[in-house]
């Protein structure tokens, strides 16, 4: 007993664990460029989103697709006359003269007249004028179908929107990639900026120490330790600065990859590994094809769509046919049936054709005729503007490039121009103004730098997600 109790409570706890593990959230995330895109897009809510109008088109899908199938419904009537009698009046002499008037029209309905008059008096008893309207219930099945041309049209109209949303999806899912990259390389870019910053900031610090040293012995004057402290606290400043904005890349990038604020998200690769020419150079090679960019096929889809809905107005002319299937079933809870006209078995078929609207339909196939004229004019518009996309993305892009490649040869020459700076001046060859000056060079020299990066990763993806590679 005791060996099973434990076993039991063992295989608690485990599964226990198990469930706490599965819902506790990401604690740290390490992802490569790629490992960040693909998580972004397999978590994104945004993709979710689109994801889900997917499914909510194929619901509508199905629902246009059921309303041409057989609709059944079954229904349940119980009817009391509170014990209400039909005053017959009275029939205690029924002759020929009373009937003479049908005689008049037809001999034959006479006869019957005066026959089923008769039927009434033994079914009554004799002289009895009134008859008990008894409680009954009835059970009614019916079956109905109806076909258009309209909801015909309507399924082809949900299978587009299908395929737009399908489209939908890949676009953003492209547009969450994008976002990834750029604000990957951003944070990469600018903490390379901070560690630079800080070497430079110690380096600094040292001289300001320095310096005042010299001032308290008197071999320097004031303002130049004065120079030296505006320059620690103007570099303090500009390293603030930079790391403000890397947490905000960073909980940018958190959002983009959908998850919490307390996740803590490491960058696995550096800014040599995901910036390089090759890169750049493979994608200059390419040349664009309409087909595969996510706009122009989401214009052709609306002009598609369009042109569905001048074929849905042009069905108001077509027949609607429907047909129904009635079963009824009538009972008086063991009482005698009084005048049950109720049949057991009803089918009808119903063809409506339209004949007259007073120009209603017509106007409505000619406002369908513009809307489809305007989409096909859309069309043309997107198709000129990727084009003259894809030249300037191609020069904005080689441009950046070049100028990224001059900015960080320039960064380093800047870099080394202020070691020198600083060495001079650490052995009294150099002033705090050319320490200074050579200072706010390479701050300007890693701003330009970090400027001519995102220029460039920007036309990167920009024309990357015009060519869709």
Not at 393 to 411: A, G, H, P, V
Request: charged fraction near 20%.
């Amino acid at each position: 007993m005791k060996k099973s109790l434990f076993l039991m409570m063992a295989a608690c706890l485990t599964v226990v664990a198990a469930v706490a593990q599965d819902a506790s959230p990401v604690s740290g995330l390490s992802l490569s460029l790629q490992e960040a895109s693909d998580y972004a897009v397999e978590h994104n809510r945004n993709i979710q989103n689109a994801s889900l109008s997917v499914r909510q088109a194929e619901a509508q899908r199905w629902q246009s697709i059921a309303s041409m199938l057989p609709q059944v419904s079954l229904s349940l009537d119980y009817q009391n006359m509170c014990g209400y009698e039909m005053d017959m009046g009275s029939s205690s002499s029924s002759s020929d003269a009373d009937y003479s008037w049908v005689g008049k029209y037809s001999p034959e309905l006479q006869a019957y007249t005066l026959d089923l008059g008769n039927s009434l008096k033994e079914q009554m008893g004799g002289g009895a004028t009134k008859i008990p309207l008894n409680p009954n219930g009835t059970l009614g099945l019916t079956v109905s179908a109806a076909v258009s041309g309209q909801q015909i049209v309507g399924v082809l109209l949900s299978d587009l929107a299908i395929e737009m949303s399908d489209v939908a999806v890949s676009k953003t899912s492209q547009m969450i990639t994008s976002n990834v990259n750029t604000v990957y390389v951003s944070i990469l870019a600018l903490e390379q900026t901070v560690e630079l910053l800080n070497r430079n900031l110690q380096n600094v610090t040292d001289m300001a120490l320095m310096q005042e040293k010299a001032v308290e012995v008197g071999s320097a004057e004031q303002l130049e330790a004065d120079k030296i402290r505006v320059q620690v606290a103007s570099l303090k400043n500009g390293i603030n600065s930079t790391e403000r904005q890397v947490m905000n890349l960073y909980n940018t990038l958190r959002l983009l990859l959908g998850v919490g604020a307390d996740t803590g998200v490491t960058l696995s690769q550096t800014l040599d590994d995901v910036v390089n020419a090759e890169t750049i150079m493979e994608l200059l090679s390419h040349e664009l094809q309409l087909d595969d960019n996510y706009d122009y096929r989401l214009a052709r889809k609306q002009v598609e769509l369009a042109d569905m809905q001048r074929k849905m107005a042009w069905m108001a002319y077509v027949p609607t046919l429907s047909a129904y299937y009635r079963y009824s079933a009538k009972t008086y809870f063991g009482e005698e049936a009084r005048f049950n006209m109720t049949p057991p078995n009803t089918v009808g078929v119903t063809l409506s054709v339209p004949i007259w609207s007073s120009g209603r339909n017509a106007a409505a196939i000619t406002e369908k005729r513009r809307a489809l004229e305007v989409a096909e004019n859309n069309l043309a518009d997107q198709k000129d503007q990727l084009e003259m996309n894809d030249q300037q993305y191609r020069f904005t892009l080689t441009s950046s490039y070049e100028d990224y490649q001059l900015q960080k040869d320039n960064i380093e020459v800047t870099q080394r121009v202020y070691d020198n700076v600083a060495n001079k001046y650490k052995y009294g060859y150099a002033s705090g103004l050319d320490l200074t000056n050579a200072s706010t060079n390479l701050i300007n020299a890693q701003n330009s730098y970090v400027s001519s990066l995102t220029q460039m990763v920007s036309a990167y993806v920009n024309l990357k997600n015009l060519l869709n590679k």
